[in-house]
């Protein structure tokens, strides 16, 4: 089942020069990029993107760190996207992140952990909606589909 999930590469990640190496292993694995942009977020668009999280002891904090700088906001696209990249991202604490995770192996502290994830297809679908206008994302084929993807049957 193709998806599409969002993913953000936080201001750590831009900051620490991990764009290239966080991006790389999203395409090594073989999900498809279909969107992407570098953008400073404001306040009252990092609340709407962590509206979920209001009210909890840690929402000014997340929302002062997402606005600190610079972020990179991906689109991607594979068979059970959300699941893969929440695999690759591993656990919100880096801590308890297997190695071989992106946060397993790049993040030290939970209030900078890298990356932000889409945490099931109907979030995606509304992260997706919020981050990237109508037409931004982009379908395309890719050669390599053939050798990273299962024929259809």
Do not use: C
């Not at 099931?120 to 909606?129: D, H, I, K, V, W």
Request: hydrophobic letters at 45%.
């Amino acid at each position: 089942m193709t998806e599409r999930t969002l993913v953000l590469i936080k201001p750590d990640g831009v900051q620490r020069l991990l764009v290239g190496r966080i991006l790389g292993r999203f395409e090594e694995r073989g999900l498809k990029l279909v969107g992407l942009k570098l953008r400073q977020v404001d306040r009252p668009f990092a609340e709407e993107h962590y509206a979920v999280h209001r009210g909890k002891p840690f929402f000014e904090g997340l929302l002062d760190f997402i606005t600190s700088g610079p972020l990179v906001a991906l689109a991607l696209d594979g068979p059970n996207a959300v699941a893969i990249v929440r695999s690759m991202v591993g656990a919100t604490r880096p801590h308890e992140a297997a190695a071989g995770t992106i946060r397993g192996d790049l993040a030290v502290e939970t209030a900078q952990n890298l990356v932000h994830a889409s945490d099931g297809p109907e979030t995606a679908t509304a992260e997706l909606a919020l981050w990237f206008a109508p037409g931004e994302l982009l379908d395309y084929d890719r050669e390599i589909d053939r050798w990273v993807l299962a024929p259809a049957e």
